[in-house]
């Protein structure tokens, strides 16, 4: 029997203080640091959902909505939103979040992780039980992002 988990079994926040390595020669927060950070929490989600080692197979979307400046606190919060046989989707919603707690959405990324071995070979991952009408719509949004990917990998983007 299949082994099932929920989506707050893996719910993961991390915080970061932009410093000045994290700075662009705009003054912003670099998109490489976001990326990593992006890639690191969704690595944590990863783990967290399978029990297993995890690789970074795609990000399928990146959007940057508001820069970050040194100084700024960035809230990252990554979730599992879809899962597959190998492979699960992971959302990041990052924040900039003020000195009273109130936080805005800069950016927001889908990763895609893939269960993997010792010897790098993928592995089956537990399936995702739906509770909210949010997660639900999270799924089949995460659903159609799947079937998309599918089709571009045999057009050979």
Do not use: C
């Not at 390595?21 to 998109?31: A, E, Q, S």
């Not at 537990?126 to 995460?142: K, N, Q, V």
Request: zero cysteines; proline letters at 1%; charged letters at 30%.
């Amino acid at each position: 029997m299949k082994k099932i988990k929920k989506v707050s079994d893996s719910i993961t926040e991390t915080v970061h203080v932009v410093r000045s390595t994290h700075i662009n020669g705009v003054g912003r927060l670099f998109g490489g640091s976001l990326m990593q950070w992006i890639d690191e929490i969704s690595g944590v989600v990863a783990v967290r959902h399978t029990g297993l080692g995890v690789t970074t197979a795609a990000i399928d979307n990146l959007n940057f909505k508001e820069g970050a400046y040194q100084n700024d606190t960035i809230v990252l919060i990554g979730k599992v939103t879809y899962v597959g046989h190998t492979s699960l989707e992971v959302k990041v919603d990052a924040f900039v979040e003020d000195k009273e707690g109130n936080r805005k959405n800069i950016n927001s990324a889908y990763v895609v992780m893939v269960a993997i071995d010792d010897d790098g070979k993928p592995l089956e991952v537990p399936g995702l039980d739906i509770e909210t009408e949010e997660e639900r719509l999270e799924w089949e949004a995460g659903e159609k992002r799947y079937n998309l990917r599918k089709k571009r990998y045999k057009e050979g983007f």
